[in-house]
């Protein structure tokens, strides 16, 4: 079975510094991994995707997330941090044999400090 | 901000009342998926429907079930409703079934409180 796991409920930072939020996955065939971004009060807003290629995959407002099969995980990443960056961010996962279908992480609460 | 959109907002429900969600995809989107999002967890995925049709679902009852229409619109009903319905009722949309690495797009959600 499928599954994603954030293991930190919250990240601090400082503005300016870089971020990193973790995700590891587990599937059973080739993952396709993305990451989402929630605003209070707000839907899910896509920040990009790992289908194949490039282990780097650069996404929507200065993320990024590196791709690494040996250690199972898809971390976001951002060199500078910016106190609007602050949201839930998910991690979720789909593989060939499931389907369409996400199964998301927990969620990790990212804040950004002034 | 996505095209997605969500009615309503917000709503509140007593045990054992039945309600409608509804959800418009996004332009040129056929495939509808619906996500229950519980208090401080990730979303899980309800069900997905594809020109009309289910096509996948999660973990969910009976007493979950959705429509498809003509336009791709969507609704998710919910019967005999349980105080563990509250949450977050999240839509999405794509196009088609072409694979997995097919994004989607989240509309606002339908928050549910159940009394």
């Known amino acids: 079975a499928q599954s994603v796991a954030q293991p930190e409920d919250q990240v601090n930072v400082a503005e300016g510094n870089p971020l990193t939020v973790k995700c590891t996955y587990s599937?059973?065939?080739?993952?396709?991994l993305f990451w989402y971004v929630q605003y209070p009060n707000r839907g899910l807003q896509f920040l990009l995707k790992y289908i194949t290629g490039d282990n780097l995959v650069k996404g929507s407002y200065g993320f990024e997330a590196e791709f690494n099969k040996s250690q199972t995980s898809f971390h976001l990443k951002k060199p500078s941090a910016l106190v609007s960056d602050s949201a839930l961010y998910f991690c979720?996962?789909?593989?060939?044999?499931?389907?369409?279908?996400?199964?998301f992480g927990p969620g990790t609460r990212l804040s950004v400090l002034p | 901000e996505t095209g997605v959109t969500q009615s309503p907002t917000h709503l509140i429900k007593t045990r054992g009342q039945q309600v409608t969600l509804r959800c418009s995809s996004q332009?040129?989107?056929?495939?509808v998926s619906w996500y229950q999002q519980a208090l401080g967890q990730g979303p899980q995925f309800i069900f997905q429907?594809?020109?009309?049709?289910?096509?996948g679902r999660g973990n969910f009852p009976p007493r979950f079930s959705g429509l498809q229409f003509p336009n791709y619109s969507s609704e998710l009903n919910v019967n005999a409703l349980e105080l563990d319905d509250s949450a977050l009722y999240l839509c999405a949309s794509s196009f088609g079934t072409s694979g997995p690495q097919e994004t989607q797009y989240f509309g606002p959600g339908t928050r549910l409180l159940v009394l």
């Open positions: 979720a996962v789909r593989d060939k044999e499931f389907g369409q279908n996400f199964v």
């Open positions: 599937v059973s065939g080739n993952p396709y």
């Open positions: 429907y594809y020109r009309e049709e289910e096509n």
């Open positions: 332009s040129g989107h056929n495939t």
